[in-house]
């Protein structure tokens, strides 16, 4: 159920998380870095966060909102993500056989096919004798040059934004508009 408090329009966690097309932890994540703010509690552990804030967040590009200073992930979730590549970097570093050596075609075309099967960059990297980071570097150097490389998480098609925009308010929906069309 939709709450409305001094016009803003305000969703459960479960709530938002169905209407913005995004797991509930993302959104716990958002809450638990400041990325949403003005979260209201309710009764026991529920929040409500600002459908309108929530909607501005997922449709602003990371690039854009980490130059705002807005980060999507707790500082602690962060470093725990830094502290696990650097392990797998060093790691690699250690087994890296063709460390330094040119790319060639048979690489390449065991890279996307086993990105597509599903294998961890990890064992991408043993496998080739490449360093973790080389090995992530070439997936998004491949796929910025225009290499179709299946995605293990479909990109975000926007279904999700019609019914978002219509449980706002029309004051918060005119703000949102207005924001957009000055960025």
């Known amino acids: 159920m939709d709450i409305t408090i001094n016009g803003a329009t305000y969703l459960t966690v479960a709530q938002l998380s169905e209407t913005v097309g995004i797991a509930r932890v993302t959104v716990g994540s958002w809450i638990k870095s400041g990325a949403v703010s003005h979260i209201k509690r309710g009764r026991g552990h529920v929040r409500y966060v600002p459908l309108a804030e929530a909607i501005r967040l997922r449709l602003t590009p990371v690039r854009e909102t980490l130059e705002a200073g807005i980060y999507r992930q707790p500082a602690e979730q962060r470093a725990a993500v830094r502290r696990t590549k650097d392990a797998a ?4 570093l250690a087994t890296a056989t ?3 050596s040119e790319w060639d075609t048979l690489d390449l075309c065991f ?6 099967d599903g294998a961890t960059i990890r064992e991408m990297a043993r496998q ?3 360093t973790y980071s080389a ?3 070439r997936i998004s150097y ?3 040059g225009g290499e179709d490389i299946g995605r293990r998480r479909p990109l975000d098609d926007g279904s999700w934004l019609p019914g978002a925009l219509s449980r706002l308010t029309a004051r918060e929906l005119a703000q949102l508009i207005s924001e957009r069309r000055a960025s």
């Open 111 to 116: 890279l996307i096919k086993a990105y597509e």
């Open 128 to 130: 080739l004798g490449r």
């Open 135 to 137: 090995t992530l570097d």
């Open 142 to 144: 491949l796929r910025a």
């Open 98 to 100: 063709e460390s330094g």
């Open 89 to 92: 970097q060093r790691e690699s």
